[in-house]
């Protein structure tokens, strides 16, 4: 049985665009270089041809063979309760089963939180589970932004949730000591909001007051990367858009100062000398600097990359991974939610509270 003082990380080998070669070569990173137990969740035959070349036979590399696999573009309900033995819910079920401490995957996202929630369950008293994403800010602290997409429709108990799961996450694995909880909003000022923002606002205030978390009000969304909150919470459909519009602005910049590097003689020039400048920018705007997206709710550690991840992002995910363990994230969670379930109760309309 994995223990937190010696965790393993299940990995789902065919999850993401780049699967199986960059997930495996990830492994191996994580496994060499950071001295993670890892147990690779796929096809035998495309792991150990992948280890083979990277004469990998000398790491703390263990299998779990399935040759069923969920496809990126595939329906996550249907295909995961159809095809139960699939690499990530299998990974799952290693949680479960004791044989792994936490899981990662870069594949479908929604068939992630299908299979967790289907493998794992809920935490006791939490109602919807979130998916946070770290991001880049301008103070050079993240921001962990939840809900991305795993709950699109919330009601104000929910938010107050998230907000008690992502001061967890970004207390114990990012080591924010008192992190600041905001409420995404389209204005500061307590009465902005649409119903849902407004009425959750009273409800993290009051959760506030009785120190279950640190309530800095509403923020904006150029406050994302401005670094005004640790913690920013909304409901999934908001976060989506939200972190899609981010990745785009990042894509964007950094391809239009390569544009005008490129663009003469003097501009490359330029751009050789200020190269090491440049270099420290697309590091700190680099997902893969911060290995993958935490599912926060669920009886287990699950962290999901980005579907385009190479090498470098799914080492740092298991990195993240293995830290979340140790930090007994998941139960740490379950007692916050436990210590604040009559606040959030009450501060719930009636039909959130029979949900």
Do not use: W
């Amino acid at each position: 049985m994995a223990s937190n003082s010696n965790p393993r990380i299940a990995l789902d080998v065919m999850g993401g665009d780049h699967a199986p070669q960059e997930i495996i070569a990830g492994a191996v990173l994580a496994a060499r270089e950071l001295g993670i137990e890892i147990l690779l969740a796929g096809p035998e035959n495309v792991i150990r041809d992948e280890l083979a070349r990277q004469n990998a036979a000398d790491l703390p590399l263990n299998f779990e063979f399935t040759d069923d696999y969920i496809h990126m573009d595939e329906h996550p309900a249907e295909a995961v309760k159809a095809r139960p033995n699939n690499s990530m819910s299998v990974c799952m079920r290693m949680i479960k089963e004791g044989k792994a401490a936490g899981m990662v995957t870069a594949g479908n996202s929604g068939a992630a939180v299908v299979a967790a929630l289907l493998g794992l369950g809920r935490i006791k008293g939490v109602t919807r589970p979130a998916l946070g994403t770290v991001l880049p800010t301008a103070t050079g602290k993240p921001t962990l932004l939840l809900d991305i997409g795993a709950t699109t429709d919330c009601k104000p108990g929910y938010l107050a949730q998230f907000a008690l799961m992502g001061s967890a996450y970004m207390k114990h694995v990012f080591h924010s000591q008192n992190p600041l909880v905001g409420l995404l909003a389209n204005g500061e000022e307590a009465g902005k909001g649409d119903q849902l923002v407004q009425a959750a606002y009273p409800l993290l205030k009051q959760m506030a007051q009785s120190g279950a978390i640190t309530f800095h009000g509403n923020v904006e969304g150029r406050d994302i990367t401005a670094g005004s909150a640790d913690v920013i919470v909304c409901d999934g459909f908001v976060g989506n858009v939200a972190l899609k519009l981010s990745e785009g602005l990042s894509k964007m910049l950094l391809g239009i100062i390569k544009d005008e590097i490129y663009s003469s003689a003097i501009n490359k020039i330029g751009g050789l000398i200020l190269k090491g400048a440049f270099d420290n920018v697309r590091r700190k705007l680099d997902y893969e600097e911060y290995g993958g997206a935490p599912l926060l709710g669920v009886n287990g550690v699950v962290i999901v990359g980005h579907g385009s991840s190479h090498a470098k992002a799914i080492k740092n995910a298991i990195r993240v991974a293995r830290t979340a363990v140790e930090q007994q994230v998941p139960e740490k969670i379950a007692a916050g939610i436990q210590e604040s379930a009559k606040i959030i109760e009450n501060g719930q309309p009636a039909e959130a509270q029979n949900d």
